[in-house]
């Protein structure tokens, strides 16, 4: 897995566009949030649009959750599991369809296939022209899911098809790109210059008061105990319930995955058994670069008299200098 979670290479493919541009000056839009998910619970920003127009990456907020080129909005849900289980996407405005393609398979990308998407990086997807100027485009739809033609007329809200995993992506997500005048806009950020960033979160495009638009970074997306080492693939797969741990287990492994580390942020993870014994304890270098996402994981052996009976504790920490401590805990019961 790259340093980067990438999601579409060159959109020029599907729709020839300029990077984030000037075009747009404050007249009034609004969108609707794109997904059937809460942000911030069961679904997160992965990456926002590039505001750097060089070879380096920043988001609107001065962060690092992006990367080079990318011209749009990638809300990820927390593994395939809910993929498989059909998380609906939703036209964000009024419209009218503009085009659809259906009928890229749905596949993880790797370095081995990343040739096998060339030209087809958006996967299934939908365009929709709001008017007077506006656009909006959602890549990487399930194959099959898209029930839409050209020419329909959509309303805010309308399903226009379920997350999938065609295209280039690497992960579970929907990538939403505003586009106004062809000019992309980021709808976290839709008045801020070019090249500009700032910590102040600027007015959204998106309007929906039942979602948390909340610029968010150390964003804990899977945690839990297993019995043994973990991989990235198996978390990503949604397969770590079969992996819990019992009593009977030769080793307890606490793991997290976090997304949006920052340069410098030195990480922490430990387990504490029943008496406040520790079980295990580790910390992490301080990080070189920022990271798009990270998976730690420690773990004990079984004690020769066996696991006690009783809540075993995980603590995950990040600190950061002086900008303080982050904890997350979990737990696990024997
Ligand atoms: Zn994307």
Redesign the pocket.
């Given at each position: 897995m790259g340093l980067r979670l990438?999601?579409?290479w060159g959109m020029m493919a599907f729709f020839g566009h300029a990077l984030i541009g000037q075009a747009y000056a404050g007249q009034p839009f609004s969108l609707g949030f794109p997904l059937e998910c809460k942000l911030g619970e069961t679904c997160f920003v992965?990456?926002y649009v590039d505001h750097e127009l060089g070879s380096g990456y920043r988001d609107f907020h001065c962060g690092a959750m992006t990367y080079d080129g990318?011209?749009?909005?990638?809300f990820r849900i927390a593994s395939m599991a809910e993929e498989r289980a059909g998380v609906a996407v939703l036209a964000a405005a009024n419209g009218v369809v503009k085009r659809v393609r259906d009928g890229v398979p749905d596949a993880l990308m790797t370095a081995a296939t990343k040739a096998e998407v060339a030209g087809e990086e958006c996967g299934n997807g939908v365009i929709i022209d709001h008017g007077d100027g506006w656009q909006t485009q959602y890549?990487?739809l399930r194959r099959g899911s898209v029930a839409l033609a050209a020419g329909r007329k959509v309303k805010r809200g309308q399903m226009i098809g379920l997350i999938g995993l065609s295209g280039a992506?690497e992960f579970p997500?929907l990538?939403?790109?505003v586009r106004h005048k062809d000019e992309v806009v980021d709808p976290f950020a839709p008045t801020l210059a070019v090249e500009a960033c700032s910590e102040q979160q600027s007015a959204a495009l998106f309007d929906d008061r039942n979602q948390n638009y909340q610029y968010r970074d150390r964003i804990v997306l899977n945690f839990g105990f297993a019995d043994g080492p973990v991989q990235t693939s198996e978390i990503e797969a949604g397969e770590m319930a079969a992996r819990v741990p019992d009593r009977a287990s030769g080793v307890i492994v606490a793991y997290v995955r976090v997304m949006g580390l920052n340069q410098g942020d030195v990480q922490t993870v430990s387990i504490i058994g029943p008496d406040g014994e520790v079980i295990a304890e580790r910390a992490f270098d301080p990080l070189d670069r920022p990271k798009a996402q990270n998976v730690l994981f420690v773990g004990g052996k079984r004690p020769k008299e066996g696991w006690k009976a009783g809540i075993y504790s995980a603590l995950y920490s990040v600190h950061h200098g002086e900008k303080g401590t982050f904890d997350k805990w979990f737990f696990l019961k024997f």
């Open positions: 990438l999601c579409v992965q990456n990318h011209d749009g909005t990638d890549c990487h992506t997500h990538h939403l790109t």
